[in-house]
């Protein structure tokens, strides 16, 4: 399954192919999504929003050392996908990353639109590094449990 992978602060869209996928991290995210959020043998944490039904879109922060990376925003369902975009816009705004003119390409669902977070530059640049694959870990996690888009 491919996941487009959007990040406001610097407009780039990446469409992530299954071969990015790497099972022993999906295995240990969705580990952590079953449990307290934190994931087994690192220092990456996981919170799901609580507040919305999984749906078809899904809103999740990132954290490295209990420090705040990303915002992040899933759609995998049409019907859901103007809503979560317009939240994630919401978010991209809230730290200065709502480019103007920046509108929803036509995204192929499913789709996560990630925010950075101010706080992200507190982490070292290893972490930094890796914050993208663990976000799109996180976001295939979820529509393994949520979806099934994957069949």
Excluded: Y
Aim: hydrophobic letters at 50%; a neutral charge.
């Amino acid at each position: 399954m491919r996941l487009a992978h959007f990040t406001f602060m610097d407009c780039h869209l990446h469409i992530g192919k299954p071969d990015d996928v790497d099972q022993s991290i999906l295995q240990l995210l969705v580990a952590a999504l079953d449990s307290d959020g934190f994931v087994g043998g690192t220092e990456w944490g996981i919170t799901v929003e609580e507040s919305q039904p999984l749906v078809g879109m899904a809103s999740f922060d990132t954290t490295f050392r209990r420090n705040r990376m990303a915002r992040c925003v899933l759609a995998w369902s049409e019907a859901q996908a103007k809503q979560a975009w317009a939240v994630s816009c919401e978010e991209a705004a809230a730290v200065g990353q709502l480019r103007q003119g920046t509108v929803r390409r036509k995204l192929e669902l499913p789709w996560l639109a990630v925010v950075l977070l101010p706080t992200m530059a507190n982490a070292p640049r290893s972490a930094i590094k890796e914050a993208g694959a663990i976000e799109a870990h996180v976001a295939r996690a979820l529509l393994m449990r949520h979806g099934s888009v994957l069949s």
